[in-house]
């Protein structure tokens, strides 16, 4: 089959000012890093150097965090709740306002389409600070205790996958609940956050409630073994989770790690199959597969695995790879070159280990880091590309015969972060939810997010819940 011609239709670039640098955003004024070198961040999809950004080290960590303590301790937790509202109402109006400006942004400095940083990221961007400041004068009712308080100071360190979004995640509830935050952002994808803090200077936020810092792993762990930080909040590789919780463990610090996963999306025979093709692309192809909870295990009863197949290698050809500002675009760039060497690695093991590898046709531009949506069959439960977070387009095809099988395979891995079942039948969806080691299920859906709905894992895929009133709870002491 083949696909339809478009002619190309980019979104104009034109509506964002990208500074040629920038500095940290420490007590609501950007200054210059003290000890730390300038890196640049370029557009992964043509490797255009987009802006020079200051990298914090521990001396500039140290000046955020005490802006940080003194805005929580003269402003923002003795603030009566409904004030703090106010702020938080206003910001989510802000970035409403700005949503054109920060899908734009957003796309060039992560490679995603703009489709969907225009319709999933910023509009939930925009959901979790409206959700949150609906919290604020209310926290008696979040389940921590009459008078609950806030912790202090939240370090918090997040990924490049969803940048702002992950912002939303960490800053909307901490800030409800009364803490104030340094937040590091991911070193190739930091432009957001800092259009985030001119934000935050638009709503006239009092100086030092929201710090935005800089820089890569020397930065992170800088702010993680600060002492004056009371909680940490990360999300990331499991690896880097591991060397977190090791960092804090013997001090008070609370601590969130939200890390990688493997879920299993689980197709039984009497599903709708067109609606399963589309879940089954979304689940993998969304976000060029870099998505924690990405249905990245694809488990297919043998009765329909034929039809399965032939349907989605079909659906795959009608993708469209390229420019991330194209609004006709499916899957956009890799973010990052260590990230397309990791991805060409394991698909490299996955062939060495017998596995079958597919890909649609595909031209992909000469310039920037490119993937092709790829399947993999004939793939078993010992496989590499079975077990680990390959964090890529690239999906893994099992098949089960009944339901228990596919529970006993589904559960089969390291992780538990999310899992999705596609099945006509309503006590089978209730029946494998139960079964499932997963924080979130999804039945006939796949990759649905929500601020209401908490998110989180099991076993190595971290602890402790965002969204939500369990979101809350994170930032609140008992
Ligand atoms: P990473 O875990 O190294 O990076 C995540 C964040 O942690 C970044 O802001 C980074 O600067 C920071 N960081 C790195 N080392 C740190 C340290 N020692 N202390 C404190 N902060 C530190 O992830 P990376 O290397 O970008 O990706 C590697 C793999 O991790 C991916 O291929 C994917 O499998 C997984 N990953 C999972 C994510 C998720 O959403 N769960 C997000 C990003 C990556
Ligand atoms: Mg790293």
């Not at 940080?68 to 004030?83: E, I, L, T, Y």
């Not at 389409?113 to 400041?133: C, K, M, N, W």
């Not at 609906?134 to 609950?148: I, N, R, S």
């Amino acid at each position: 089959m083949s696909r339809f011609e478009y002619a190309p239709a980019p979104e104009s670039r034109a509506i964002v000012d990208i500074k040629s640098s920038y500095g940290l955003f420490i007590n609501g004024g950007f200054v210059e890093a003290t000890d730390g070198k300038p890196f640049k961040t370029v557009s992964p999809s043509s490797e255009e150097v987009l802006a020079e950004v200051s990298e914090a080290g521990p001396a500039d960590v140290d000046r955020a965090v005490r802006a940080a303590r003194k805005a929580f301790d003269k402003v923002w937790a003795p603030m009566a709740g409904r004030d703090r509202a106010k702020y938080l109402f206003r910001i989510a109006r802000l970035i409403q306002e700005r949503s054109r400006e920060l899908a734009v942004l957003e796309s060039l400095d992560n490679g995603k389409p703009i489709r969907e940083s225009r319709d999933v990221d910023i509009p939930l961007v925009a959901a979790h600070f409206f959700y949150y400041a609906g919290w604020a004068d209310k926290l008696e009712y979040a389940g921590a205790g009459e008078d609950p308080q806030p912790l202090g100071v939240a370090g918090q360190i997040i990924p490049w996958n969803f940048p702002m979004l992950m912002l939303a995640w960490k800053i909307a509830p901490a800030l409800a609940a009364g803490n104030t935050v340094v937040l590091k952002p991911a070193e190739t994808t930091p432009l957001t956050a800092l259009a985030f803090a001119e934000i935050c200077q638009q709503a006239d936020l009092p100086p030092g409630v929201v710090n935005i810092v800089t820089g890569a792993g020397r930065t992170g762990q800088a702010l993680v073994e600060h002492p004056d930080v009371d909680k940490v909040a990360f999300t990331g590789s499991t690896e880097v989770g591991r060397a977190i919780a090791k960092a804090v463990a013997g001090s008070d610090k609370k601590v969130t790690l939200e890390l990688g996963g493997k879920a299993a999306n689980i197709v039984f025979e009497d599903a709708p199959i067109d609606q399963t093709i589309e879940g089954i692309v979304n689940g993998i192809f969304f976000n060029q597969g870099h998505v924690c909870c990405a249905g990245s295990r694809l488990l297919v009863q043998e009765s329909v695995y034929d039809e399965v197949l032939a349907r989605l290698k079909r659906r795959m050809s009608t993708l469209r790879v390229g420019d991330p500002l194209d609004k006709n675009t499916d899957i956009g760039a890799i973010n990052s070159s260590a990230q397309l060497a990791k991805i060409r690695e394991l698909s490299q093991i996955g062939e060495d280990e017998g596995a079958e590898r597919w890909s649609p046709e595909c031209e992909l531009p000469a310039e920037g880091y490119w993937f092709p949506p790829t399947v993999f069959t004939g793939v078993s439960q010992a496989h590499r590309i079975a077990r680990e977070e390959i964090f890529g387009p690239v999906l893994s095809v099992l098949t089960f015969r009944t339901p228990a099988e596919a529970v006993e395979k589904a559960n089969n891995t390291p992780f538990g972060l999310s899992a999705g079942i596609w099945t006509d039948k309503g006590s089978r969806i209730l029946w494998m939810a139960n079964q499932l080691r997963a924080g979130v299920v999804w039945a006939n859906t796949f990759n649905r997010f929500d601020p209401t709905s908490p998110f989180g894992g099991y076993k190595e895929s971290g602890y402790g819940r965002e969204g939500g009133r369990h979101g809350l709870e994170a930032y609140l002491a008992h």
